[in-house]
């Protein structure tokens, strides 16, 4: 029914940039809430950043002033853009769509490999 793809994972340096998309597929998208999500070997999945259907945002900490999530509702997908990227920043990245109305309906993507490494 609804389907969630990310890419755009990689090797990257330290004190690079990646750009992560998200696209997803149905009708359903602008009235949606995204994030993004990350998980390390051995950790728990945590939010990176996530961005409401009103456009407003927020971010995990350690992210924070490094990465900026975005939407583009015309083409149905949410972008990361993750800059200063750092070797703990590595983790397979995930996202998420979800909408409330009687109750919660989410989505989730297969994940995308982000690796941070010199």
């Known amino acids: 029914q609804v389907q969630v793809v990310e890419s755009g994972g990689g090797l990257v340096q330290p004190g690079g940039s990646l750009r992560l998309s998200c696209a997803a597929s149905?009708?359903?998208?602008?009235?949606?809430?995204m994030g993004w999500y990350r998980q390390a070997p051995g950790k728990q999945r945590e939010l990176v950043a996530h961005?409401?259907?009103?456009?407003?945002?927020n971010y995990a900490d350690s992210v924070k002033g490094r990465f900026t999530i975005s939407r583009d509702n015309a083409k149905k997908t949410v972008y990361l853009q993750m800059n200063s990227l750092k070797p703990e920043d590595t983790a397979i990245y995930y996202c998420?769509?979800?909408?409330?109305?009687?109750?919660?309906?989410?989505?989730w993507g297969q994940g995308t490999q982000v690796t941070v490494s010199s």
């Open positions: 998420r769509l979800w909408v409330t109305w009687r109750t919660t309906y989410e989505y």
């Open positions: 961005i409401s259907s009103g456009g407003s945002t």
């Open positions: 149905g009708s359903i998208f602008s009235m949606s809430d």
